[in-house]
């Protein structure tokens, strides 16, 4: 079945960098790409961007460009997603999903808590 | 960016009702749509896909439709286990977006 696992929750300082990490298992990793969605505490999603595991091209939300990295490693089935210049607004549940472009998520990840605080 | 705007925010319903969300969006997306269930605590689940297809293992209550910019998602008789918050989704843009949620409770 498929299986999106994502690392553990974080606590980073303002201006840090986190780096969360997605390993599918379960299908091709090739074959589809990642997603990445966020939830601040009590509120909606958020999309970030999308990640080609075939090619590594990537689609970001312009909310988001030049402040995110979104890779893969094929020999791993893992994708990453880094996010830089952390602020208190970026503490979030961050998930990465399963989807290509121009086709809906269809499995998600747990969730990884990123909490940004001084 | 296409914006979408679900409505209501909030609904309140009993078990055996029928209950209709409505999602719009800025601008048309044909039937490039999705919707999502969400439990507190929990990664959302889907549930449709091309405004109108149950993802498979959807209970048949579920339906969706519309196309375009207007689209709904009716529950046709509430199970206890559907109280939760729900999300409409676009793909027709390469830079996908989400509706704000509606949080369906029980009255």
């Known amino acids: 079945q498929v299986q999106l696992v994502q690392s553990g929750a974080e606590v980073k300082k303002p201006g840090a960098s986190v780096k969360v990490s997605c390993k599918a298992s379960?299908?091709?990793?090739?074959?589809?790409?990642i997603n990445w969605v966020r939830q601040a505490p009590g509120q909606g999603l958020e999309w970030m961007g999308w990640?080609?595991?075939?090619?590594?091209?990537?689609n970001y939300a312009q909310k988001f460009q030049g402040r995110v990295t979104m890779t893969t490693d094929t020999s791993t089935s893992t994708a990453y997603m880094e996010l830089r210049s952390l602020r208190s607004d970026d503490t979030a549940v961050y998930y990465c999903?399963?989807?290509?472009?121009?086709?809906?998520?269809?499995?998600w990840g747990q969730g990884t808590l990123v909490t940004v605080s001084s | 960016d296409i914006q979408m705007t679900q409505s209501p925010s909030t609904l309140s319903a009993s078990v055996g009702d029928r209950v209709t969300i409505t999602c719009r969006a800025s601008?048309?997306?044909?039937?490039?749509l999705a919707w999502y269930q969400q439990k507190p605590g929990k990664a959302p689940q889907f549930l449709i896909y091309?405004?109108?297809n149950l993802e498979s293992g959807v209970p048949s209550r579920f339906s969706g439709s519309g196309s375009g910019t207007e689209f709904t998602l009716t529950i046709s008789s509430l199970q206890p286990d559907d109280f939760a918050t729900y999300y409409c989704?676009?793909?027709?843009?390469?830079?996908?977006?989400f509706g704000q949620g509606t949080k369906l409770e029980i009255k």
């Open positions: 999903a399963r989807g290509n472009s121009g086709s809906p998520v269809d499995y």
């Open positions: 379960g299908y091709t990793f090739t074959s589809y790409g």
């Open positions: 990640i080609s595991a075939y090619n590594g091209n990537t």
């Open positions: 601008q048309s997306i044909s039937n490039y």
């Open positions: 091309k405004a109108s």
């Open positions: 989704q676009q793909y027709k843009s390469y830079l996908y977006t």
